[in-house]
């Protein structure tokens, strides 16, 4: 997804002109933390900070007083929206401003969406398990991973690494297209990989006990 696809329409953008009084009133009314401000001629100038605003006793001054302090943050129009949330991430605001080639404000996304796209994108609406396993890098091999989920008639729907800052291990979260998965957890204990904690429906029926059910219905027949 680009981050054209994401823009808020509905989110407004402040002129230097426009009032310190005016900037608080619309940063309440749409419950963000920043507003782009833009030029005149529509180059965007940066995102304007509730905070910054909240210092000012006197709300009869303008925006162009921050001018200077502007928070000089934004994504380029039809960039990767990952880059968007590592940009709110990284400056910490509630809106992504999103600019053209010629520094032109084009939009804003908000934070709330992004969330969404994140979790559309993680595969969190599909329904299934989560193992989270522990181990080296040298360790780490997709392949590997894949072959022993599908061993037991499963595919993983997304994978997602994090590295450990203290230790240096990898944390390995696995999203599956199952929610019985303790047999899933079971084939990756007995190829030693630590398995840290796992989320699913436990399987109660073995196999035995399944098949000893389904004679048993034949038998009545």
């Known amino acids: 997804m680009l981050t054209t696809e994401l823009i808020n329409s509905n989110i407004p953008r402040l002129q230097l002109k426009d009032s310190i009084a005016k900037a608080l009133q619309l940063?309440?009314?749409?419950?963000?933390?920043?507003?782009?401000?833009?030029?005149?001629?529509?180059?965007?100038l940066g995102l304007l900070a509730e905070d910054d605003l909240m210092d000012i006793e006197e709300e009869k001054g303008s925006v162009q007083y921050f001018e200077e302090s502007l928070l000089k943050a934004s994504v380029k129009e039809n960039e990767h929206f990952l880059n968007a949330v590592n940009c709110s991430n990284k400056y910490e605001t509630s809106v992504v401003p999103v600019v053209n080639e010629e520094k032109e404000l084009v939009g804003v996304i908000a934070v709330t969406d992004l969330l969404k796209a994140l979790g559309d994108?993680?595969?969190?609406?599909?329904?299934?398990?989560?193992?989270?396993?522990?181990?080296?890098?040298?360790q780490f091999a997709i392949s590997e991973i894949s072959r022993l989920v599908e061993s037991n008639d499963a595919h993983i729907l997304h994978l997602n690494t994090t590295v450990q800052p203290e230790t240096g291990?990898?944390?390995?979260?696995?999203h599956l297209n199952k929610k019985e998965i303790s047999a899933i957890v079971a084939t990756f204990e007995r190829y030693e990989y630590?398995?840290?904690?796992?989320?699913?429906?436990?399987?109660?029926?073995n196999e035995i006990h399944?098949?000893?059910r389904h004679l048993m219905n034949y038998l009545d027949i």
Do not use: C, W
Request: hydrophobic fraction near 40%; charge should be negative.
């Open 27 to 44: 940063i309440n009314d749409y419950r963000v933390t920043h507003l782009p401000v833009v030029a005149p001629d529509g180059k965007y």
């Open 121 to 138: 994108f993680s595969g969190a609406n599909e329904i299934g398990g989560i193992i989270v396993m522990e181990m080296e890098r040298s």
């Open 194 to 205: 630590d398995v840290i904690y796992f989320f699913g429906d436990e399987q109660f029926e």
């Open 210 to 212: 399944s098949n000893y």
């Open 169 to 174: 291990l990898l944390t390995v979260t696995l």
